[in-house]
Every structure is written in C-alpha cells, then in structure tokens.
C-alpha cells in the first residue's frame, strides 16, 4: 500500500507526495504527458532527442548538472513511446535546489544551437550504439513496422532513422517544448522525509507562476483491428536465425492487460516456463526463448522471440511455437501455473517498492493514467484473474489473423 | 517578492554531513559457520547470498566456473532441472548464481514469508548438485551460440582484450572464454571445481531485508545442521604478469558504423593506501555524467553516447579501464583526447570548486546508498570478504572528505602516465 497526499497548482501542475520517514533522500520525479506516439512521421525520435536537450541549460541556469551535483544529487530520464519521465534523487537537506532546477526548465529551456549540435551527434551515437552496431539491432524497427499501420507505435523511441535526428533544426525544438512541456501536461511526484506543507510551499514558490501553457490534446490515430497474418522475411549477417512474433493486446487498465501479464509469466518467464521448458530443454529448437509484452497505454504487443538453434529449422521453430500457443488456447492453464504467475507478481511489485525512487515514479505514472490510488488496485486485478478468463484473454490474442511474424535470418 | 531564478539556492556541502554504516549481526551457526545479517526496510522482502571462493581464480581448466555457476541448479540427486526451477519460480523467488574473478555468489531474492520454503532446494543446490549430462550438452550449445551473437560486438571483443593485455591470458583476471574451452569442458571438471570450491564450510552466508530471530533460526534449521569439513583444496597462486602487448587495433566489423575504445592499467586492490584517494581522482576523470571525460568527449565533441572510467578490484590486484564506443571515424580522435585529459590531470591541479563537487556528488550518492538493505548488505559483503572492519569504512568517508586537489595531481603524476596504459580500438 502506497500512501500519498496530492494537489493541482493554479497553473494545473499537479503534484503528489509521498512520504518515507526512514530515507535521509529526497525523490523528484516529473512526468511529462509526452513520448514518440506525438511525434510526427517525418520527425521520429524528437521526443527522446528532446530528452536530451532539457540537460543543455535552461532560461536562467546555464547548466543543469553541475548544481545538481555540487548538491550531492543524482538524475537521469528516459522517454518511451508513451512518456518522458525526469528524476532525480538529492539529500534531504538540499531539497530546493531540486525545485529550483526542474522549475527553471518548465518554465522554458535557453535553446541553445551548440546544444542540438552536440545532442544530435550524442543520440546519433547512441542510435548506432543500440540500433546498427549490434546484432539483430534493427529487429524492433522492422517489428513495430509490421504490427502498426496506422498507430506511431510503428516506430521506436530512438526515431526510424538517422536522418531525421540529424536534421533537427532549432525552430522544431521551440515548437515542441512550447506544445508539451508546461504545468497542464506534467505530475510531479516528491517523496521523501517531507511534509505536504513543506511540498505545497516549495512548489508554489518554484512552480507556481509558470504558466499554463496550453492543454496539449492527443490525437493519434488507432490502429485498426488487424485481419490478416502479416509475414516478413529479412537476411542479414548475424550468427543464427532468430525468430520474432508478434500479436496485438488490449489497453491497460483493462482486465485483459492483466491476464495478458500473467499469460507472459507463465509462457516465458523463467526457466521453468512452458517455452522454455518445451522449446529449449525438450525439443531443443532454440538457445534461448522469451515472451513478454510491450506495457505501452495504448493497446500493445505480446511478443515471442528467440534464437534458433543452430541446425534446426526457424520453420520448424515457428511451428513448434505455434504448437504451444495452441495448447494454451485449447487447454487453458492449470491452477499451480496460475499461482506461479501471480506469485511471481506479488514479489515484482514488493521489490519494485523497494527504492525511493521506483515509488515516486510509479505515483506519478498512474496518476498521469488517471488516478495514483490505481497503483494500491493493481494486485487486486491480478488476484482476481481467474483461469477461464485467462483462457479466454489466449483465445482472444493468440488468433492467426492477429499474427505478425518476422523470420530473421542468417545471410548464406 | 520577485524570484530570484538565477542565485542557486544556498546548499549543504555532503562532505559536512554523517555517514553512519548500518550495523550488522554476526552469528555462527550451530555448525559453526558464519551467517552475516541485518533488518532493515519495510517491504517483506529478503536478500540471502553464499559466497564461495569458486571463482576463475580456481578453476582448473578455462570455463569452468561459468559452467558450474551455470548448471548449479540443473539437477541434484533427487530432482531434476524443471522441478528444481519450478519450485523456486513458484513461489516468485529468484535464485542467481554468479561466477565472478575470486567468488562465486548464489544468490536467493525473495518474500520473507516464503523463506521456509525456499531454503531446503537452495540446500539441495549447495550440497547435491550432480550436473547431468543432458543438461551440460545443452548449456554447452547454448553458451558457444551466446559467445558467437557476443563476438560480432565490437565492445565485447574490446572488453576481453583490454583484461586479456593487461592480464594475460594465462592469468585467471586476463582468460576469457573461448569455443574450443566451451567445447572441452567435461562433467568430471564440474563435479571436481563444485566438490572443491562451493564447500559450505568455507562459505559466507549474507542476509538483509525484513528479517529478524525467525529468519536466522531458518538459515540454521537448514544450513546449521551439516557437518561441514573443508575440501582441503589449495587456493592457487598466480604470478603478476609483465605487460607485453601495449596496442591493439582489431577489425571485427568491416561495415560497423562505430568503434570500442577500452584504455587501461592495472590498479591496486581495495587494501591498498591509494585505492581510496583514487575512487576520488577515477570520479572526477571518468566516474561521473560530469567528468572530465563525458564533459569533453560526449558534452562538448559530441563522439559518444558515453565515456567512463571504472576501477575494478579485485582481491589479487585489479584495473582501471576507460571505456567507450564512438563513431568509426572519430575513434583516433577520441583515443587523443582521452590522453590530453590524462596529461592535464598530471599536469594542473583541479580546482577547488571541482574537487568539492566531485566530493559532493560521490558521498551524496553514498547518502542514498545506505539507505536500503541490499546496498547496506553489499557494503558489508565487500567488507567482510576483504578481512576490513568498519572502522575502514569510516577511514574511506574520511579520505572521500579531506583528499586535496595536490594530492589528487600527485595520484595522477604516479598513476596517469599514458606510458602505464595499455589500448585497445576495435572497429
């Protein structure tokens, strides 16, 4: 159970607090209702080069770090398709300096050129470092592609290409910070030794006459049910095949996403998961096998991928898989497998509560999804998944006309 | 009243304040052996590691110890691999097992509650592991298929010739694993390495989380009752190695877009009078997002997603290795800039606002450090198998606190000679 007080400043900001008595830090963790589903298709991985630039100086603080760490503080961030999330973590004692810096940057970034010169080389790096320089680097690129159509889901956080980063220009970094980045589009989260009224004054003070901005209002296109098994075929010069499946899940916050979850633990999480067990130990098709899903907001991904062992057939792997899929959706789950999954969740969620940092951050998240006293729910939605449902939530998922396959293959 | 935005508000200097390490309970099992633990945090969680003197440093043949730490939970006499996953992933533990340079650490992550039922497989893992043929044949494929996927990365190949330089590949801190190692591996120099080496009457058992008296009475129901008798295998001894080979340029990639650049020298251990000062000086060069290295080479030229430097002890010495990947055609430029920085740390002394803030930042991260019960753990764990006390704990916070920016140029005089490093550039 996670406790927290909330309120919304006159500009919209809204602002939570969570306190722990026992921790000599400070948390700071601001969300910003922004991720690369808002980008436009000519202008991929803005949001995340974006990230980037928010560290290159603000209006009134030439640099961000430097501050931070003279105050014995740490930070970092990280964008996903759905959000760019900010935190920092700082002893107690020198907690304004937090509010002095994140304020400074809502209220507007100095928009340095030597800055998206430098950041632009620095996620150019980072592109080739992750995405080009790596086997099977590109396979979430040629992924999201054959599952999204419509949806910008269709492209990863990183951008679709170099190009696009490297052509970046100043006036779109403007653009951008002017249409997501003020108090009506971010939640903050301060947890720490603190107290509401403590937290109330810092944030009026530091926050409290930025303004508003304006509402952004998120339009992106759904994708459209899928009605057809989509198949791609790539080669390239990596050491073994690998296989890469895809099928789309409902939306969070919806029961389905919740058996989705546990589906994911009980088919390939672990060595003694029904994947693992089968396809690696058994039928020894692969070397290593995982199935997860993509955890975004708007309706995701269940994914199966692994690599084909060396002789064996990636037909035959696909099969196999398919095999498996099947048994699931004919025979359901039995009820030590179930409580294995919700068991494996019940420890997630404990260790996941451990860090100062990890709770501020999911207050935040789910307030931003509508309300922070979700997060207290979401056992409840797990312990009530029952194995017909789950069964059901298989059927619903595992349809071959919801099947995107993608065959990668070792160049001959 | 206007906001002034520009005045950072006024702070507390982290070197000002206490740093206090958490205590920690020693006790001895019924059976004699040392159980290490502490209560601390509020989630009903727990942390338990046994650690083995069974790291590279004692395998007898390249390999092994990665394929022991691999197939410990394979099998045993009474249960086969699946159930003995299964019974752990039940109850949503964790059980890893880690082969490192001089230990190999088993560790068990889970909820307090499900302790008792945990315990008696970690057991059987630690006192009947039997390695099946079966399942080493697979580990076998499995591992050589990894090695293969790892070797078309430029900064893997990178990170085994900078230790294998520094080292040699006959040393145990310098070999790295290779396919025909993997290949020759046989269930015999399994059975010889965990026979030898994970023996519970050498181990060290580490616990934190929420626990208290139930908890330790149930490590001792399960771990107290063995009669356990040393192997009486002999810790190997290797000699320190002269460096030969001061450059490396490899090609592994003829169409990568970028480079893997890896700098290093060996270091001393943790025992050493400089290690602690140096923790200090490796922070301010390369430790750090604010380091001089990130400042010049990511901040300012743009080369790289990131550059670092880390010191690695070891028990029997150690490096310290700078490390980064930047694009293939600035490689050159950035091994040059990696120089210059070396060279002005010889040669000028860092200024006062630097130093402080490099000190601020290093022990307000330790402020946060010792806050949960894991990192609290690991700081005793490093501790204790090191032979330290508290007291050298405090000493470190001390020297963390008082080093100056002289003594800081006259650690880079004796330590920061380009000469001392040797340097790898894979493309």
């Not at chain 1, 294995?340 to 997630?348: F, G, L, P, S, V």
């Not at chain 2, 380091?291 to 990511?298: A, C, K, W």
Request: proline share 4%.
């Amino acid at each position: 159970m996670l406790q927290f007080e909330r309120f919304t400043l006159n500009n919209g900001l809204r602002v939570l607090v969570h306190i722990d008595k026992a921790t000599p830090m400070v948390a700071m963790n601001i969300l910003y209702d922004v991720g690369a589903r808002d980008e436009e298709a000519n202008r991929t991985g803005f949001a995340h080069l974006f990230e980037h630039l928010m560290f290159g100086g603000s209006m009134n603080i030439p640099v961000y770090d430097e501050p931070l760490q003279m105050a014995g503080g740490e930070n970092n961030a990280y964008t996903t398709n759905d959000i760019t999330n900010y935190h920092l973590q700082i002893p107690l004692k020198n907690i304004e300096t937090a509010f002095w810096l994140e304020s400074d940057r809502m209220l507007s970034l100095a928009f340095s050129e030597k800055s998206l010169d430098v950041q632009r080389k620095v996620v150019c790096e980072e592109f080739k470092e992750h995405y080009l320089n790596k086997p099977y680097g590109d396979a979430w690129h040629l992924m999201r592609k054959i599952a999204y159509k419509q949806h910008p889901y269709q492209w990863p956080t990183i951008g679709m290409n170099l190009e696009q980063i490297e052509t970046a220009q100043l006036d779109d970094v403007k653009a951008f910070f002017y249409k997501h980045y003020n108090p009506l589009n971010a939640v903050m989260c301060v947890a720490g030794n603190i107290t509401v009224k403590q937290v109330k004054e810092l944030s009026e003070r530091w926050f409290g006459n930025i303004p508003s901005g304006d509402k952004y209002v998120r339009n992106v296109a759904a994708e459209p049910a899928q009605q057809e098994a989509r198949t791609q075929t790539v080669h390239a010069d990596v050491p073994l095949d690998a296989l890469y499946k895809a099928w789309h899940i409902g939306p969070r916050l919806t029961p389905p996403y919740y058996a989705t979850d546990l589906i994911t633990e009980i088919m390939g999480s672990g060595f003694a998961s029904r994947l693992y067990q089968r396809l690696v130990k058994e039928e020894q098709l692969f070397s290593n096998i995982n199935c997860y899903h993509t955890g975004s907001l708007d309706p995701g991904l269940v994914v199966i991928e692994g690599k084909i062992r060396e002789g064996k057939s990636i037909e035959a792997a696909n099969e196999a898989v398919e095999a498996e899929l099947a048994k699931l959706v004919a025979g359901g789950v039995t009820d030590d497998e179930l409580q294995k999954a919700k068991n494996k969740i019940e420890a997630m969620i404990a260790f996941e509560d451990m860090t100062l940092l990890s709770r501020a951050n999911n207050l935040a998240f789910y307030e931003l999804m509508g309300d922070a006293a979700m997060i207290n729910k979401e056992w409840d939605h797990y312990q009530s998944v029952t194995k017909d449902f789950l069964r059901e939530t298989a059927q619903q998922i595992f349809r071959t006309e919801n099947s995107n396959t993608l065959f990668y293959k070792k160049k001959t | 009243m206007v906001l002034d935005r520009k005045t950072p508000p006024a702070i507390h200097d982290a070197i000002e304040f206490d740093y206090v390490l958490p205590p920690i309970n020693t006790v001895k099992l019924d059976n004699g052996l040392p159980l290490y633990w502490l209560n601390a945090g509020v989630q009903d969680v727990v942390e338990i590691d046994w650690v083995f003197r069974a790291g590279l440093w004692h395998e007898q043949k390249p390999s092994v110890a990665h394929a022991t730490a691999g197939l410990l939970k394979n099998g045993t006499s009474k249960y086969t691999a699946e159930q003995i996953h299964e019974s752990l992933e039940f109850y949503g533990a964790q059980l890893k097992v880690n082969a490192g340079n001089d230990f190999s650490t088993v560790t068990l992550y889970a909820l307090t509650k499900h302790l008792p039922s945990l315990l008696p497989m970690v057991y059987e893992i630690l006192t009947d592991a039997i390695f099946p043929e079966h399942e080493i044949e697979i580990h076998k494929r499995n591992a050589i298929q990894r090695l293969l996927v790892n070797l078309r990365q430029c900064e893997f190949v990178a990170n085994q010739k900078i230790d294998a330089m520094l080292f040699s590949e006959t040393h145990p801190y310098g070999r790295f694993s290779k396919k025909e190692n993997i290949e020759a591996l046989e269930r015999e120099d399994l059975i010889t390495f965990y026979k030898n080496w994970y023996s519970l009457a050498t181990a060290k058992i580490f616990m934190a989380g929420r626990v208290g008296d139930k908890e330790v009475k149930c490590v001792n129901d399960f771990f107290g009752k063995i009669k356990a008798t040393p192997s009486g295998a002999q810790e190997p001894n290797f000699i320190p190695h002269e460096v030969i080979e001061k450059t490396a340029q490899i090609v592994n990639d003829p169409n990568g877009v970028q480079g893997a650049i890896r700098i290093g020298r060996q270091f001393h251990n943790r025992h050493h009078p400089d290690y602690a000062p140096m923790v200090v000086l490796n922070t301010l060069f390369g430790g750090y997002f604010g380091s001089r290295l990130m400042s010049n080479i990511r901040e300012d030229k743009g080369y790289t997603y990131g550059i670092y430097s880390s010191i690695t002890p070891d028990m029997h010495g150690g490096s310290l290795i700078i490390h980064t990947e930047t694009g293939r055609d600035v490689t050159e430029k950035a091994v040059k800039e990696i120089y210059k920085e070396l060279d002005l740390l010889r040669n000028k002394v860092a200024s006062e606002d630097e130093l402080l803030l490099v000190k601020n930042y290093l022990l307000g991260g330790l402020l946060g450090d010792l806050d949960g019960p894991f990192s609290i753990l690991q700081r005793w764990r490093t501790l204790i198998l090191n032979g330290f006390t508290k007291e050298h704990f405090n000493n470190n916070i001390r020297i963390y606190k008082t080093v100056t920016a002289e003594e800081l140029r006259e650690l880079a005089q004796r330590y920061f000679k380009q000469d001392d490093f040797c340097e790898v550039v894979v493309v």
